[in-house]
């Protein structure tokens, strides 16, 4: 399995702490947030980790080099031009080789059991799984009762989304051939894009609460 950490947006929200620095740098009880990212990543024991990196890559570069000593191998993945999170994900493409990624954005703090997200993953044969909870807003998640998703953001049911994407979540290396076809249109896009044609089509998009 590899780690794939979303590093290149631009962190408006947080102004005025990202003015100068990367939104996944801002320390978090003085520490860069994205440190805490990497050690979760190496408690599963990943083969690497791929950051992407748009808004002051060097200062990413430097802060993640320098300050963070790890046994897995970090690698870089530009984005001249931002991608948003399907077109970055699928810039990486050549840096996937594992059969299964654990993506996730660099800006989140939680301790919750990765590995039994990843037994779920495997147990339902799923091409991708995303982590949700019920208990925060705004919800956009809909799911059926195997867990299955079955909808985001009210585009196919009229019924209100019960449950909230944390932005973690497991993909299949085959899913890169799912997101070659957003590419193909236009090469900055929405991770969600593919996964609302997928849940469309039927393919198995489950949920990890």
């Known amino acids: 399995m590899q780690g794939f950490i979303f590093g290149a ?22 520490k860069p947030i994205i440190f805490y990212v990497i050690d979760r990543l190496e408690q599963l024991s990943v083969s690497s980790v791929i950051i992407n990196t748009h808004y002051k890559p060097d200062i990413l570069k430097n802060i993640v080099d320098n300050g963070y000593q790890c046994d897995e191998k970090i690698f870089y993945s530009d984005e001249p031009v931002i991608l948003e999170t399907g077109g970055g994900l699928f810039n990486a493409r050549d840096l996937i080789s594992d059969q299964s990624v654990i993506v996730y954005n660099g800006d989140i703090y939680t301790d919750f059991n990765l590995n039994k997200m ?7 044969k799923a091409v991708a799984t ?20 079955t909808d985001i953001r009210r585009i196919y ?21 799912e997101l070659a076809l957003e590419a193909r249109k236009n090469r900055a896009f929405s991770i969600i894009k593919t996964y609302l044609r997928l849940i469309r089509e039927k393919k198995p998009i489950f949920a990890y609460e």
Not at 10 to 29: A, C, E, N, S
Not at 130 to 149: H, T, Y
Not at 157 to 177: A, R, W, Y
């Open 118 to 124: 990843i037994e779920f993953h495997k147990k339902k």
């Open 130 to 149: 995303l982590a949700v909870a019920s208990w925060c807003q705004p919800r956009q998640i809909s799911l059926n009762s195997d867990k299955k998703i």
């Open 9 to 30: 947006g631009f962190g408006v929200r947080l102004r005025p702490l990202t003015d100068y620095r990367p939104k996944v740098t801002v320390p978090v009880l003085g």
């Open 157 to 177: 049911t009229s019924s209100l989304p019960t449950h909230t994407f944390m932005g973690i979540h497991i993909i299949e290396k085959d899913f890169l051939s």
